[in-house]
């Protein structure tokens, strides 16, 4: 058994792990009584930490939030990104000053093992400055404080078209992409998965009620944003058959929004670009054979495209041998 000021040091990171834990769970984890349990959350409290009695069948505890911030446990990992992150914060509104105060006191305390990693991260990296939209904080602390929760979030929202409306969402995880923010989640109103641009939402309060997490969509939300997104902005969209395989094709197409296996050495893609031009020198790059299944258009660029390759090529002087 844990010593009691060990044993509390493991209560309150489990207390920040997650919103609500019952008595028992939290005994099981610390291979101690509930009535243990009840002891240490009472000496949390005397030191400031806000452990509240949840409600509920078996009843239980969360970590609430108190008048002053108390101190956080963070293991090295975790230190290591919180100071990485402060570094390079970009995209969000009013934070550079704040990111750099918050930077000051952490690396103050950061055990030296930890600082050289940071040290180290940092002078191995570059940031090139962005011109995306810039994000407001509040917004994303709201958005990730009901991913947390586990409530529903009500927003309006205006698309990519300027059309307006007003959602109401079971939040999964926000994603950054391309110096975006994108927030994945079940649209209630659509009864489907939706990617939103947090630059374009404004959450509406007080939350929804508590839901039961869902599967993510496709097993992977970065690779599900990635093709939400292409999905929407390109202006034009192809299929084509590729004989390469599907993983070969996913690797090295950044346009593909769906490539479906046809064999070990064939798949059909779905495509997607600003114009067919630019989608005929893509579908070039990957040096394998494909042929066109739906994009006339895109069948007459590679023909336009193909014979100004071969006047270069005519024209061009051989090479010395």
Same mark, same amino acid.
């Given at each position: 058994?844990?010593?009691?000021?060990?044993?509390?040091?493991?209560?309150?990171?489990?207390?920040?792990?997650? #919103?609500?834990?019952? =008595? &028992?769970? /939290?005994?099981?984890? @610390?291979?101690?009584?509930?009535?243990? !349990?009840?002891?240490? +959350? *009472?000496?949390?409290?005397?030191?400031?930490?806000?452990?509240?009695?949840?409600?509920?069948?078996?009843?239980?505890? #969360?970590?609430?939030? =108190? &008048?002053? /911030?108390?101190?956080? @446990?963070?293991?090295?990992?975790?230190? !290591?990104?919180?100071? +990485? *992150?402060?570094?390079?914060?970009?995209?969000?509104?009013?934070?550079?000053?704040?990111?750099?105060?918050?930077?000051?006191?952490?690396?103050?305390?950061?055990?030296?093992?930890?600082?050289?990693?940071?040290?180290?991260?940092?002078?191995?990296?570059?940031?090139?400055?962005?011109?995306?939209?810039?994000?407001?904080?509040?917004?994303?602390?709201?958005?990730?404080?009901?991913?947390?929760?586990?409530?529903?979030?009500?927003?309006?929202?205006?698309?990519?078209?300027?059309?307006?409306?007003?959602?109401?969402?079971?939040?999964?995880?926000?994603?950054?992409?391309?110096?975006?923010?994108?927030?994945?989640?079940?649209?209630?109103?659509?009864?489907?998965?939706?990617?939103?641009?947090?630059?374009?939402?404004?959450?509406?309060?007080?939350?929804?009620?508590?839901?039961?997490?869902?599967?993510?969509?496709?097993?992977?939300?970065?690779?599900?944003?990635?093709?939400?997104?292409?999905?929407?902005?390109?202006?034009?969209?192809?299929?084509?058959?590729?004989?390469?395989?599907?993983?070969?094709?996913?690797?090295?197409?950044?346009?593909?929004?769906?490539?479906?296996?046809?064999?070990?050495?064939?798949?059909?893609?779905?495509?997607?670009?600003?114009?067919?031009?630019?989608?005929?020198?893509?579908?070039?790059?990957?040096?394998?054979?494909?042929?066109?299944?739906?994009?006339?258009?895109?069948?007459?660029?590679?023909?336009?495209?193909?014979?100004?390759?071969?006047?270069?090529?005519?024209?061009?002087?051989?090479?010395?041998?």
């Amino acid at each position: 058994m844990l010593q009691t000021s060990a044993r509390l040091l493991r209560l309150l990171s489990l207390l920040e792990t997650r #919103r609500d834990w019952t =008595g &028992a769970d /939290l005994a099981e984890r @610390l291979a101690v009584t509930t009535r243990t !349990v009840r002891s240490d +959350v *009472g000496k949390l409290r005397d030191l400031g930490y806000p452990v509240e009695a949840s409600s509920g069948v078996q009843g239980g505890y #969360r970590l609430g939030a =108190g &008048a002053q /911030l108390p101190p956080l @446990l963070l293991d090295d990992d975790e230190a !290591v990104a919180v100071a +990485v *992150g402060l570094r390079t914060a970009t995209g969000v509104a009013g934070i550079g000053e704040t990111s750099v105060r918050a930077l000051a006191k952490l690396e103050q305390v950061l055990p030296s093992r930890l600082r050289h990693r940071v040290h180290a991260l940092q002078a191995a990296t570059v940031s090139v400055p962005g011109t995306g939209p810039v994000v407001d904080a509040d917004v994303l602390t709201a958005i990730a404080s009901a991913i947390r929760a586990g409530e529903r979030l009500r927003f309006d929202y205006t698309s990519h078209d300027r059309a307006a409306s007003r959602r109401d969402v079971e939040p999964h995880r926000l994603v950054g992409l391309n110096r975006r923010w994108y927030l994945v989640a079940w649209d209630t109103g659509r009864d489907d998965w939706r990617t939103f641009r947090v630059d374009r939402m404004t959450p509406k309060v007080p939350n929804g009620p508590r839901f039961t997490p869902r599967e993510p969509p496709e097993g992977d939300v970065a690779q599900f944003v990635q093709r939400s997104v292409g999905a929407a902005t390109w202006r034009y969209h192809a299929k084509v058959r590729l004989h390469a395989s599907a993983e070969y094709v996913r690797a090295r197409l950044p346009l593909a929004v769906e490539v479906t296996p046809e064999g070990p050495d064939r798949c059909v893609a779905e495509v997607g670009s600003d114009n067919a031009a630019m989608l005929s020198l893509y579908l070039g790059l990957l040096e394998v054979d494909f042929e066109v299944l739906d994009a006339p258009e895109l069948a007459a660029e590679l023909a336009k495209t193909g014979e100004r390759f071969l006047r270069a090529s005519a024209r061009s002087s051989p090479a010395p041998r």
